[in-house]
């Protein structure tokens, strides 16, 4: 975040997304983070305060208040935001809640049934811990098909972000976004920042789309039983 601020990044809140015909500069950047993990509330929150930037939250809906037992781990498990933190997180102004779903299952996976129950539940879950309106879906693993994409827009979301750029441009339910991991050195991140050197970019996208791959590959062949 301090080289955020360093570097004059203006950073904005992803609700701007929502605004028709506005004009974006080169230095305007949003901040999301998936999952939900409590690490948010205890070390993201305080420093996104000290420095003003506004930032979305997409946590699991199933899982919160619960360890990341959905998720392939060779470390210790993580625990998820809680309700309460959750609630507290909604009253802040500079962060917006998201859905990423019941229980991150790859949505392109599953029968349409469960992708438009994932997809809707969690919405009316996250509302109603909430109580206030969730506009914006986070897709598992940033996938999605036309089936996917028709049913969170049927949901009533207004908007859905994704890892991967839809076939459409400019398309409100399918925005991309560069992943950052904790492999990532700052030279890394002033790269998906910057993209200034086009081979690098392509490795960052390439690295990306690995990291993300072999995430749903695992995840998926954990829980095979319980999805199928």
């Known amino acids: 975040m ?19 015909n506005r004009t974006y500069s080169k230095k305007d950047i949003i901040i999301t983070f998936d999952d939900g993990y409590e690490d948010i509330y205890e070390y993201v929150l305080p420093i996104m305060e000290r420095y003003k930037f506004p930032f979305a939250i997409f946590p699991i809906v199933d899982f919160i208040g619960k360890y990341n037992d959905w998720d392939f781990v060779l470390g ?9 933190q959750l609630r507290i997180l909604a009253k802040n102004k500079l962060v917006t809640i998201g859905s990423h779903s019941l229980n991150h299952l790859d949505l392109n996976r599953v029968s349409l049934e469960i992708s438009e129950r ?5 919405k009316r879950k996250l509302e109603k811990i909430l109580g206030k309106e969730v506009e914006i879906f986070s897709y598992p693993f940033g996938k ?6 028709k049913a969170v827009k049927k949901s009533g979301y207004k908007m859905a972000v994704s890892y991967y750029k839809g076939n459409k441009k400019n398309d409100i339910f399918a925005i991309p976004r560069t992943g950052v991991y904790s492999i990532d050195s700052i030279f890394d991140f002033s790269v998906k920042l910057q993209r200034y050197v086009p ?3 392509w490795y960052e996208d390439l690295k990306g789309r690995t ?18």
């Open 2 to 20: 301090y080289y955020l601020k360093r570097h004059r990044y203006n950073v904005l809140p992803i609700t701007v997304l929502l605004e028709k």
């Open 76 to 84: 210790p498990k993580t625990k998820h935001l809680s309700e309460k």
């Open 118 to 122: 994932e997809i809707r539940e969690s």
């Open 144 to 149: 999605y098909n036309s089936k996917v994409r």
């Open 199 to 201: 081979i690098l970019s």
């Open 211 to 228: 990291i993300n791959l072999l995430s749903d590959l695992a995840c998926n062949n954990k829980r095979k039983s319980e999805i199928y």
